[in-house]
């Protein structure tokens, strides 16, 4: 019934590739099937001014893609002069989640901006960047311990997150592009490896739904959210 | 124990004045205890260019604060050169919540376009934003159908937001600014005055909440959108 | 002859009702017939780089019109990214005026910025901002003195504003928007309470006045201030 | 008494030369003292939206300052990315007052710009850029209706502008930038050559002027004005 | 005596892998040592308004680099609301360099955009966009050929650049940034694979450079312009 | 041959007024034919951030277009809201052109900005900024050597730019507007007066030359240096 011939409950096959550029105290390429996004971590001893003093850390999150990373081609951003409503939000969204998943005490007084390009995009760009982008934080943080400059580990548990949503009338699993633009109900959960959550974000535009059918997609998450913290740890073991 | 003195289940008082300005097509005042948002309703000939021609309606909603509605003095948008990131963020959500309410079909190839000015703030604006704003369609459509320029109506049931969240480890009803500025999870949730849901937003930052815990919380959610569902039908009788 | 059934020297009803908003120093809504301003009044301790260290204060205005404040819908300056030239043009005048009737030795090195926000449109916005923005001032000025922060009183005489204009070749007082979109010539006077004079501005477009007509003007300009400097001091005894 | 050693009633000496670039439909550059401002008139076919299909004509300016016009170097407007506030002002009020000297139905449905940019400054650029703007506009209009476009002459009269102010207690005629830095009161007068007047501003600021002082300063304005339409039909002669 | 241990006039190793985006009508990943460009180009219906109706075809670029592309982080100019001068110089010479290599008559009405993103930077991406872009062009104009929708080959020679420069007082080819952040004067040599040439820039900046070391430079290029041209070629047979 | 009926090898007429404006520390009028830049030089006590500390000093430049230099009437970068692609282009170039002629250190912790501002245009115009450029650069140095600020000269040569092209086949010397709108081949020369190179670009678009032909440009182009020489020198003596 899907367009993939995925089973309802069924992930996208995924890879993380760790290490790919050699400037950014760490980074992976995230592959949730063809939509592929680069991630990068980079620490710097500034924090923004409202903490300044404070010895707590911060984490924050950039978010942008490639113009060319979509079906038809995109406007660049820079060319635009701004940044969309659509990339602020996820942007945010992408700190904001991270942050959950972080003692900003054992951090320290430094900042980790995480950067997240899609490079190629067929759905679920955002909870792809949440999980790369913890990858990446994980491993310029192990520099940061390795080097003797963080003692106490500041992650606390892996960041995860996963979309799930109502496609032609049944729940599924990890939407791809062909999913997503046909959903009518469309959700993304970030949750800790754990499955406490950070963050749940139900949306259905000219349509609704029940609470059991948002039960249902909880349920569902969960399960990815699982098969999801799993690859992370293989990535940075 | 809330700041308030409410009961953990207990809305703040709310006053819905219709008819406050008397240029737009369907406009109110919305009060949510100290939170204080004019909701206008502008109907125009015009739609947004994707759907030229599709004989489809268009609801779209844009949000503002005035600089002195907070309790210190914010930089007036028009002035900085841009709406911000959570400016930009509200009122997608607005426009899209309402949407969700909306027989498109039925309100012909017209635009209605809901603005949200927030006069004093004090926890909630976007919630107050979204009920208040359906009021503002309610008039601006009854006015159409009163002409005779739209016959079936197009506004299917009423769309009701309300905030949820966990004070002081305690799920409470409708946070208020001193609430919602310590509440270490925060909810939004938009239904149809049926329950059905048409979008939820549960955010924590630096914390993490169980299932159990958002469970309780959209029990709290039904009971404020049953109330408010009250007084927009009252206020529109 | 005016659409409104006015005489010629005859101002539209006028109300100012103080304290409007919580969280403002000093607020009032000035009501000007269908002309609405929402002023408020905040003080803040830091003063503009240029008189840093001086001991003066300054006040200084913003001006804003809500999108629906009018017959159509404006767009939002917010969202266009940047304020109009008229906005630019009216904030600046606000400001100055109501600077002229300010002490800046008594005031200290403080700055009070007036924001006048314009509900609902029809005519004359700018003079009810002025007339209402030093309403806000006086009140946010009591509240320094009050609480001893300022010792000499800083507001000199009550900063008045008036239109009076040519309309189908008449002199009138206090156009409202049917007579402002035709008057071939159109003034602004702000003066003192005692008929000082502050700024005028007379413009013709594609028209012309005599020196005449315009001391008509003049006279009429000051009846209306007499009537506003007594709604202002009513408002703030 | 004046720093200049002026007369109150004496003008800077005046010099209007035309055609001084090759490109422009009418060009001069008036000097007014240390004051020079070079001024180009663009005819173009297209007019504004607003007045499409209606017969019409129309006149607009713009301003600018080069960076080194001043004491000190200004930052260049384009470099900034934006307009400020003072030349948005000054530009409407030089296209304002050209259009009161110009019979639209006879110029046609078609535009023409007025460009003043301020080469050296020494207080009153805009008087000088709408005295120098309508020297350019009536070479530009000479040119159409030598070559027949236009029939009937749609300039009406000379525009002419002129500064006045109260510089140490006295009333004086066109200041120059050490009166115009320590005027209590400064104000601009736009009239036709016949003194029918266009526009008047007269501010204070930190100060005010009564009527009486008003009327000495438009009695010098008077003055300057004929002096100045006399330099303006020798210099288009 | 090169930081890499290179011979004056070796080239970094490059790989140029194609077909790396799935959704691109043409695309490749140029690696130039440890700079990594990822190129791909997309063709579409329209053309800019300047050449429509003419018959003629176009091809334009666009740049950007990764935020953390770089040793250190650089800001992104999305976030920055504009790109940065060296971005626009660079992505104009892009575009016009490939535009030489174009027979836009035989490629038709239609538009072909060439975007070139840093993934990694090292030295030398804007010649490596330049090498690489041709690749994606000539990819994509395969398809068009393919497809029957142009018949005769537009590109009449691959386009190759190349930059050279005096680092340490000796003439080199091919720049890495440890090289190019310390030499005296710095080329980028764009020609057909002929050698006939297209664009050649060489800059000092606070040095010079004689006619004889110029002329070693161009000896170099040609040499590096060969090597470039003969791995376009392997890549696209 | 050529429109103007110059020889191949011959430069437009040129001249440069010096002391044009009276608050630049230094300024000229160049004027090479029909092509008309007024150049200032501002000295201010600042410097860029990253320079600051280091004893040595800084040259820059701003280039800009007056709306109507131009056959027809460009839009006004201020008005518009940025600096176009060109501009920058074209600042960049003149700023690092003549910092390559000035001994920093000599110079001592200063910022001198050199504005070009085209009054009128006929090609040429980035040439003539910087070979003009440079003559407000002395004039401004002069100044300060005069004063005892600066002891030994910063200026160790003459900067002075050309242009050559190839038009209708053949190399000509210092391109008018004519020739350069035809040419295929376009090249700017920036040298020091004893012919050391400090920047060339050509460019061709749709087109491209020899290796021959870029020689006979070169010989052209140091013709017209030593002849721009001498005219900088007679203007400073």
Redesign the interface.
Known sequence: MRPSGRELNEMRSVSIETGV????EG?CMIKMG?THV?C?A?I?DRVPPFIKGSGLGWVTA?Y?M????????MR????????G?R???IQ?LIG?SL??G?D?VALGERQI?V?C?V???DGGTRCASITGGWVALRLAVNKLMKAGDVISDPLVSPVVAVSCGIYAGQPVLDLDYPEDSEAGVDGNFI??GN?????????????????DQ?NLL?DLAEKGVDELAVAQLAATA
Do not use: C, F, N, W
Request: hydrophobic content about 30%; charged content about 30%.
């Open positions: 550029t050699k400037h950014a980074s063809d680069l990068t980079t710097e950039e942008g490639l113009p060319r990373s979509t079906t038809s081609r660049r951003e820079a060319a635009a002069g701004k940044q409503g990339t602020v939000e945010r904001r942050r959950a972080v900003r901006t950067d390009d490079i190629q995009a949750m800790l499955k406490q959550m950070i963050e749940v974000q139900m949306s259905a535009e000219g349509s609704t739904y029940s609470r948002m909880i």
